[in-house]
């Protein structure tokens, strides 16, 4: 069943791929930051931070998600898309599936789901700054 109500998704590929916030912003403002917020995700980061993966690329998956949902201008491109849940197992188990068939694209089908591609950086980063640098 499409959905009736408008649905965007902020895929994975959004927080790694397609959005750099440079780890050393991260480290350098955020990190020095002496609120109860910037110390409880600093706290809960440090582990992570250990042994980082990405190079100098911060990588956030929420927060892109709520900056997109707050502030529409943050979203700089975006597609439409047919997709649904695919539920029997024939292709996945559970997973969303965008239909890129040609046949569907050209109209036979509603597209239901809009997926963000990109994300204004610097909206992102004054959002994450303004959001831990409040003391109450």
Same mark, same amino acid.
């Given at each position: 069943r499409l959905? /009736?109500?408008p649905t965007t998704i902020a895929? =994975?590929? %959004?927080s790694y791929k397609y959005n750099r916030v440079d780890f050393g912003w991260r480290n350098? @403002? %955020?990190?020095k930051l002496d609120t109860p917020a910037a110390k409880l995700i600093n706290a809960c980061e440090e582990v992570w931070f250990r042994n980082w993966p990405w190079g100098d690329? =911060?990588?956030?998956? #929420? *927060? %892109? &998600?709520m900056v997109a949902a707050l502030n529409s201008k +943050? @979203? @700089?491109?975006s597609s439409q898309h @047919? &997709? +649904?849940v695919e539920l029997r197992g024939e292709l996945t188990r559970g997973m969303m599936v965008l #239909? *890129? /068939?040609v046949v569907t694209i050209k109209g036979s089908k509603r597209r239901n789901i809009t997926v963000i591609e990109k994300l204004d950086t610097e909206i992102l980063m004054d959002h994450l700054h303004r959001a831990f640098s409040q003391t109450d």
């Open positions: 959905t /009736r109500c895929p =994975w590929e %959004l350098e @403002v %955020l990190g690329n =911060w990588i956030l998956c #929420d *927060q %892109l &998600a +943050s @979203v @700089v491109k @047919v &997709a +649904s #239909d *890129q /068939r």
